[in-house]
């Protein structure tokens, strides 16, 4: 049986989105997709949270977006496409989790330019899949 999405997801791994999380400063994340709803990382090291954290979500040059997510599921040692390799460079073979998290705002701005971003992708692929 096929899962069905309630939001499609973009994916933005070649883009380098930044996520700070304020607990794991430390660590790094590589942001795979996003969608209204939600975000799916790759990690290096193990990310277990039990309830909602406050992040930070940043693309490029833009203000970051204060996003609160909540991890619904993980897979430890993932098998990742090859065709991830040219966007996480010689982090690839360091990759051990993958990580899903759905979001929940608490500022009306942070939302709308979640969904702003959100937006532009979808317009974007749009123009890509008429080409």
């Known amino acids: 049986?096929?899962?069905q999405r309630n939001f499609p997801r973009y994916e933005v791994i070649h883009l380098k989105p930044k996520l700070i999380f304020p607990n794991f400063s430390s660590s790094e994340f590589f942001i795979k997709d996003i969608?209204?709803?939600g975000i799916q990382v790759f990690s290096p090291n193990h990310v277990s949270l039990k309830s909602y954290n406050e992040v930070s979500f940043?693309?490029?040059s833009k203000e970051p977006i204060k996003l609160n997510i909540n991890q619904v599921w993980k897979t430890e040692d993932p098998n990742i496409d090859e065709r991830y390799?040219?966007?996480l460079k010689e982090k690839f073979y360091e990759i051990t989790f993958r990580s899903g998290f759905c979001l929940k705002f608490y500022d009306m701005n942070d939302?709308?330019?979640w969904q702003?971003?959100?937006y532009a992708l979808h317009?974007?692929?749009k123009q890509k899949?008429?080409?």
Do not use: P
Request: glycine share 8%; aromatic share 4%.
């Open 129 to 131: 899949s008429k080409s």
């Open 85 to 87: 390799k040219d966007a």
């Open 116 to 118: 702003n971003l959100i």
């Open 123 to 125: 317009q974007h692929q």
């Open 58 to 60: 940043s693309l490029g």
């Open 1 to 3: 049986m096929k899962v």
């Open 35 to 37: 969608s209204l709803g």
């Open 111 to 113: 939302f709308k330019n």
